[in-house]
């Protein structure tokens, strides 16, 4: 089935340790998106990716990294330089350009630093 | 800078009724919007869109209405059932007919609204 796969689905992050969460569509979406959600709050955006080997900050990319390198594949490292981490991540992609600009999303992946 | 707004964050219903879910945006430029479901612990979910050139778009047992004068968005469930418990979400995009815009595809979303049912 066609759709978004996002892993791990639950991860833990030591203090100053780097992560790496894992995102794979097979839609044949040319736009990626990762999006950060805090309890209670909205999704906010971390990083986007438009085409392959091309990427832009969104509203709170700093302490987080991606790497476009593969159409399908967007990962995102939440380094050290993040100091509030734990959230929920959630990894989108859509079809650009297109009559219609629907995210799809993946299932989250829940980070939590101990 | 523009942000899309919720009027209310908690919603209760019965069974069988009807539920508004209400949703305010401040960009003018939009002119693409979603309404999504997102269960606890799960991704948000495509329930239906709208452009500016409408006002009311219908799908299975829900309606989004648009206002444009007050830039307002509302999501109509009909005959609300337990299942429709969870957090709806609006979205904007500010120009998705724009090709190559730098906003293309960027989603823009309101803090959500907890919907739960009542059996």
């Known amino acids: 089935d066609g759709g978004i796969t996002q892993s791990p689905k639950y991860l833990f992050r030591k203090e100053g340790q780097n992560v790496t969460l894992s995102c794979e569509q097979n839609l044949n979406h040319d736009a990626m998106y990762w999006y950060r959600q805090d309890p209670g709050q909205g999704l906010r955006l971390i990083y986007y990716?438009?085409?392959?080997?091309?990427?832009q900050k969104g509203d709170i990319a700093e302490g987080y990294s991606v790497s476009r390198e593969k159409k399908e594949s967007f990962p995102l490292t939440v380094t050290s330089a993040q100091k509030n981490p734990t959230a929920f991540y959630l990894c989108?992609?859509?079809?650009?350009?297109?009559?219609?600009?629907?995210?799809?999303f993946g299932q989250g992946t829940r980070l939590t630093v101990v | 800078g523009e942000s899309v707004g919720l009027h209310l964050p908690t919603l209760s219903v019965q069974e069988g009724d009807n539920s508004i879910i209400n949703c305010a945006y401040s960009n003018s430029a939009s002119d693409y919007f979603i309404w999504y479901k997102q269960e606890s612990g799960k991704g948000p979910q495509f329930i239906i869109d709208?452009?500016?050139?409408?006002d009311k778009r219908q799908g299975q047992r829900v309606t989004v209405l648009l206002n444009k004068t007050v830039k307002h968005l509302s999501l109509q469930i009909a005959a609300t059932q337990p299942g429709d418990s969870a957090v709806y979400f609006c979205?904007?995009?500010?120009?998705?007919?724009?090709?190559?815009?730098?906003?293309?595809?960027?989603?823009?979303f309101g803090q959500g609204t907890i919907l739960t049912v009542h059996p």
């Open positions: 990716s438009q085409i392959v080997n091309d990427f």
């Open positions: 979205a904007e995009n500010p120009s998705p007919g724009v090709a190559g815009g730098t906003s293309y595809g960027k989603l823009t």
């Open positions: 989108a992609s859509s079809i650009v350009p297109g009559p219609n600009t629907e995210a799809f």
């Open positions: 709208i452009r500016s050139n409408m």
